[in-house]
């Protein structure tokens, strides 16, 4: 009976280190998925999908019906499409229908309304975006769309309130192009103005 004792012993010492493994791995995930950044994350993407949804819907339940009335598309943008290469079923003078026929009966197309519909879409995405993205910063006083210019010498994106690039490191206001006067400039900002 001492062999079952010892055995034993050992099962309950590795579901023991079995335990604190499984429990030091749940604690790790809880830690990482409750941090404030991955939280906010996490739910601004399933609202920025929830309001990609809306405007989509609006773009293409909505605007896209009143222009495909206009008397030059008689249809829907999404059933737009021109036929580079017929398929082996098509019928001259009838044609297809709808992309879906063309493309069943192998048939090359050029879907240029659904590209039209997807581009309005986006659009609408981006402009509705941009104008939630300004009403925030009416409200809370916080940027979060900053302006940028292109640094004069390295050519890539500073603030536009920098005085100096944080790439190149370069004065923005132009003092290096002027000989002599960088250094005193320079020495001007490292002692302060003492007079």
């Known amino acids: 009976m001492r062999g079952l004792d010892e055995s034993t012993d050992v099962l309950i010492r590795v579901g023991q280190t079995a335990g604190e493994q499984v429990k030091h791995g749940w604690d790790a995930f809880v830690n990482f998925a409750a941090r404030d950044n991955v939280l906010e994350v996490a739910l601004g993407l399933i609202i920025a999908n929830a309001f990609t949804k809306v405007v989509t819907s609006f773009v293409s339940d909505m605007v896209l019906p009143v222009i495909s009335m206009l008397p030059f598309l008689n249809r829907n ?3 737009k499409f021109a036929v580079l290469s017929k398929g082996p079923h098509y019928v001259q003078g009838q044609g297809y229908n709808t992309v879906k026929q063309a ?3 192998g048939a090359l197309v050029l879907a240029w309304g659904s590209f039209i519909e997807n581009m309005v879409s986006f659009m609408g995405v981006s402009l509705t975006l941009f104008a939630v993205a300004h009403l925030y910063m009416a409200i809370s006083h916080n940027k979060i769309i900053k ?3 292109r640094c004069r010498y ?4 500073i603030s536009i309130e920098a005085k100096r690039c944080l790439n190149c490191s ?3 206001d132009g003092r290096e192009d002027l000989p002599g006067e960088h250094e005193d400039h320079e020495d001007e900002e490292l002692t302060g103005d003492r007079s």
């Open 170 to 172: 370069s004065w923005q």
């Open 154 to 157: 390295c050519k890539k994106y």
């Open 77 to 79: 943008m999404g059933q």
């Open 147 to 149: 302006p940028t210019v």
């Open 103 to 105: 493309r069943d009966d």
